[in-house]
């Protein structure tokens, strides 16, 4: 390449030399095809090299039947991540499949996923394009879940980092436990008025509550009627809708771009963004700014100018914390509700424990007990193993060639862990398909210390790896934590009856997988206030 290069560049000052008038679009001219040539020579160049390293490394195992062009999509079925771990089980830990014109790589075992995404994550934390998240929400490269890999990125990572630590988010120890405490009152206020209560819309308004007066300092929505709740929830929705790939064709199929083009996809999205997320994003910053308490936003602009956040910025950031901070712990909390139902010895197992603190302290218990509550640790750690609220962590991009033991993986290949596959690995999790928090036992440090530790003391792989990991583990853990211990200081969770009495128990295998999260269906439980209860 370099040799191809210079002799370019030799040719190009003899003809300099030889014509001292040379005009502005022969310079042009020669500047394009100088710069056509030296792109060529270096691809070129590239290509040899990473043909010549194939010839020595071997090749990923990859799924027999794909289409031509359509690659392995028509194989992956209703839930894609159950296919590809199936295909796990067959072609080991690592396999490749074609996205359309996309190589897609899934790892599947925790040692190799560490290696790639920790270990070698300076050259694995990059994004791929995706038309909604880095294309137009993170428009010049904002926020920190979809923008790609770079200085800006550490900069807006490392403030969301600072305003999400342990330290901040257990300043808001006391709204977290007051939401917690208004969400059960709810649950059991619906179940004493109807027989029975479909959790979502009440757990939804509680995470939505808990984001805005920790990110904004405000007041929460009083019910689903409420307006600022309906702008919100069409904004998380329309946002998971936009982000979902399955909703980006023109990333696998160039060939079907024009029909981008044709329904104004890029267009629609700006519009949205334009006239719908940043003008509601304007009005609560400011009512951030505004308001007497303290917020997120607040500590955002102590530290904005130190890097580098201008006011969009902020907005796409508080976005960003507004959709995935609401959503995902709703989908964790509808699991958990649902999973003990089904359950009723953990139940059991939960409330004796939280009695003996209450009998012990005179009070329920605040996440900074949970050191004595062993089993509650547990049972949330087994809850996000056996029922995560997302199946894929969110899409890597390969930023130059990676090497793995016989295997090289080219530059801008995509790489996902399949939290699924991961999660139902029986060399790591005995049984994987029961439900046993006794596994966990043993180990009663948080989730976000074991997911910032050593890979074999790592407990669920649902909030990511390495630079890319999850900074709101903290805040969703306490929210979790807060609102279980109150539902077991309280109550029974208890199947709705039908006429005949027949006992009828959310079906843990029904779920709704909305690509970026997933959550179980609709379903019916009752919220039974406990007749030996130690609290009001």
Same mark, same amino acid.
């Given at each position: 390449m370099e040799t191809y290069y210079s002799t370019f560049l030799q040719r190009f000052n003899r003809f300099e030399k030889s014509d001292k008038v040379v005009s502005i679009l022969g310079t042009v001219a020669a500047t394009g095809l100088a710069t056509y040539c030296i792109k060529k020579a270096i691809k070129r160049h590239h290509a040899k090299q990473l043909a010549s390293a194939k010839s020595v490394f071997g090749e990923i195992p990859t799924p027999e039947g794909a289409y031509y062009y359509l690659g392995h999509i028509p194989l992956l079925g209703k839930v894609p991540a159950f296919k590809i771990t199936e295909w796990h089980q067959k072609l080991g830990p690592i396999l490749r499949i074609k996205m359309g014109v996309q190589e897609w790589v899934f790892i599947s075992e925790p040692n190799t996923a560490h290696e790639f995404f920790v270990a070698q994550g300076a050259h694995t934390s990059g994004r791929p394009y995706m038309t909604w998240g880095n294309g137009i929400l993170g428009e010049g490269e904002r926020g920190v879940v979809f923008v790609d890999y770079g200085k800006q990125w550490k900069n807006a990572r490392t403030a969301i980092l600072d305003v999400l630590s342990p330290k901040s988010v257990d300043g808001f120890h006391e709204l977290l436990q007051g939401e917690a405490e208004h969400l059960v009152n709810t649950l059991i206020e619906q179940t004493e008025r109807f027989g029975k209560v479909d959790p979502i819309t009440f757990v939804r308004c509680s995470s939505v509550n808990i984001i805005l007066a920790a990110a904004f300092g405000i007041s929460g929505v009083k019910s689903a009627d409420d307006p600022l709740y309906k702008q919100i929830i069409y904004i998380m929705e329309t946002g998971l809708e936009f982000a979902n790939v399955v909703n980006d064709p023109g990333s696998f199929f160039p060939i079907l771009s024009f029909l981008d083009i044709f329904f104004r996809r890029e267009r629609v999205m700006r519009k949205y963004r334009d006239t719908t997320v940043f003008p509601l994003l304007v009005k609560l910053v400011q009512a951030a700014r505004e308001s007497k308490n303290n917020s997120l936003v607040k500590k955002l602009d102590l530290i904005k100018e130190e890097f580098g956040l201008d006011e969009q910025n902020i907005l796409v950031l508080m976005s960003e914390l507004l959709v995935a901070g609401s959503d995902t712990v709703a989908a964790s909390t509808l699991w958990t509700f649902s999973i003990l139902c089904n359950h009723p010895q953990v139940q059991k197992k939960l409330q004796d424990e939280v009695d003996t603190f209450i009998n012990r302290h005179g009070r329920i218990p605040t996440f900074a007990d949970r050191l004595e509550l062993p089993y509650f640790i547990a049972f949330q750690k087994e809850c996000l193993r056996f029922r995560p609220p997302a199946l894929f962590n969110i899409p890597r991009k390969a930023s130059k060639d990676v090497v793995y033991k016989n295997?090289?993986?080219?530059? &801008?290949? !995509?790489?996902?862990? #399949?939290?699924?596959?991961?999660?139902?690995?029986?060399?790591?999790? +005995?049984? +994987? %398909?029961? *439900?046993? +928090?006794?596994?966990?036992?043993?180990?009663?440090?948080?989730?976000? /210390?074991?997911? =910032?530790? =050593?890979?074999?003391?790592?407990?669920? *792989? !649902?909030?990511?790896?390495?630079? @890319?990991?999850? +900074? &709101?583990?903290?805040? /969703?853990? #306490?929210?979790? *934590?807060?609102?279980?211990? @109150? !539902?077991? /200081?309280?109550?029974?969770?208890?199947? !709705?009856?039908?006429?005949?009495?027949? %006992?009828?128990y959310p079906d843990l295998d029904d779920l709704h997988d909305g690509g970026a999260t997933v959550q179980p269906n609709p379903y019916n439980i009752r919220f039974a206030q406990r007749e030996n209860r130690l609290v009001v």
């Open positions: 295997y090289i993986i080219p530059k &801008g290949t !995509v790489l996902l862990s #399949n939290i699924h596959t991961l999660h139902n690995d029986s060399n790591t999790y +005995p049984e +994987p %398909e029961k *439900f046993i +928090p006794e596994r966990f036992l043993g180990d009663s440090r948080s989730i976000y /210390a074991c997911s =910032n530790g =050593n890979i074999q003391n790592r407990d669920q *792989f !649902v909030f990511g790896w390495g630079r @890319r990991m999850c +900074p &709101g583990i903290y805040l /969703a853990e #306490n929210e979790l *934590f807060n609102t279980m211990t @109150r !539902v077991m /200081a309280r109550c029974e969770i208890k199947p !709705v009856l039908s006429q005949d009495g027949t %006992e009828l």
